[in-house]
């Protein structure tokens, strides 16, 4: 039987390239060597957008953003984590077995209180939501970029010390890194982020794309001097679209000098806008009958509701509430 494959993303902003190459493009890849489910993650972007509209609106356009990419509902279980209650439930039973220090030393957690000191239940919670997403599917692969990395061995500790209290229930899952793409740099070169406001948005118009495109930071060598492409933003990002024999033709030409950091921008542009036509083509097909853009996630979470209540059975059984 194949293996199976479980990731999600949080509606929490615009999808950006990083989220794409990170994962996404992950998931279509393994569509069809995986036993696949892949949700949008609603409970956790609840952690940082409390406001009705925003949120809607976000998950329907997750929803297209899947879809856009080329995820086929046919192959690939696509559901709302908000669709399987049991979920929030396995985390309570995680939570009574996870300690206040452990949580503290998750990096997600430091970062958020360095920045604001007030954090919320739910985000100190995050990794304990996440355990239960992945192994209450027993899930074996979870696609993600290096930045979830931690969250995942957070999982697999769970599921280990749980299977040391209660017995056996749980699998170890692993993550699936792509080496080449576990960190994709924004604008400024730091990791993309929505939070660092570095993004080049995955659907944005040509426009929008041609703006985060033209932000990319740089020295500012002359076009004639010789530029070196292992420091330059814009060079790292071509890294994602080019073949080899194509890095190493603009490679030579960053060196030789005589290129412009707007050429190569533009080069880059050329090269993003080129991906997404198609992507943009399917998704404005389904973002033209959102009812079946509806009826896809419920249809999944139909399907993933199956096989996450039969396992809920067992854990209820394990902790001792089902008499
Ligand atoms: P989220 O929504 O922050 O990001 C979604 C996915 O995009 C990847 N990613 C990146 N990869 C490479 N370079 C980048 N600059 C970059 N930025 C984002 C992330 O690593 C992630 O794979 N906690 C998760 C959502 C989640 C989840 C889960 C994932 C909830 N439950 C269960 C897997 C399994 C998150 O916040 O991802």
Redesign the pocket.
């Known amino acids: 039987m194949a293996k199976k494959l479980?990731?999600?993303?949080?509606p929490?902003g615009t999808i950006?390239i990083?989220?794409y190459?990170?994962?996404?493009k992950q998931f279509v890849d393994l569509q069809d060597s995986y036993d696949s489910y892949v949700f949008i993650?609603d409970l956790?972007a609840i952690t940082t957008i409390q406001n009705r509209e925003e949120l809607s609106n976000n998950i329907l356009n997750v929803a297209l953003d899947y879809l856009g990419c080329g995820l086929d509902p046919k192959k690939v279980c696509l559901f709302k984590?908000s669709d399987l209650m049991e979920v929030t439930e396995l985390a309570w039973y995680f939570n009574c077995i996870t300690t206040m220090p452990y949580l503290e030393r998750a990096t997600a957690y430091k970062d958020a209180y360095q920045k604001a000191k007030e954090v919320n239940v739910g985000l100190f919670d995050?990794p304990i939501?996440?355990a239960a997403?992945?192994l209450i599917q027993d899930a074996d692969v979870?696609?993600?970029?290096?930045?979830?990395k931690q969250?995942?061995e957070y999982a697999r500790d769970t599921a280990q010390k749980f299977n040391n209290i209660y017995g056996e229930t749980f699998k170890l899952p692993e993550p699936l890194i792509l080496k080449n793409?576990?960190?994709?740099?924004?604008v400024d070169g730091r990791?993309?982020?929505k939070s660092y406001k570095n993004t080049i948005p995955l659907f944005g118009t040509d426009e929008e794309i041609k703006k985060a495109v033209m932000k990319i930071v740089t020295d500012s060598k002359t076009p004639e001097e010789s530029k070196d492409p292992d420091t330059c933003n814009i060079f790292a990002l071509h890294k994602l679209f080019l073949d080899v024999e194509e890095l190493k033709y603009l490679r030579e030409r960053y060196v030789k000098g005589g290129l412009s950091y707007k050429e190569s921008k533009e080069m880059l542009l050329d090269e993003i806008l080129k991906l997404i036509k198609p992507m943009r083509e399917r998704r404005e097909m389904y973002a033209k009958d959102i009812d079946s853009v509806k009826e896809i996630l419920a249809n999944g979470a139909k399907k993933a509701k199956i096989i996450v209540a039969e396992k809920m059975n067992i854990i209820r059984d394990r902790v001792g509430v089902k008499i």
């Open positions: 479980l990731s999600g993303i949080q929490s950006h990083g989220n190459f990170g994962a996404m993650a956790h984590q995050y939501l996440m997403d992945i979870v696609p993600v970029g290096a930045d979830q969250h995942v793409m576990a960190i994709i740099p924004g990791k993309m982020s």
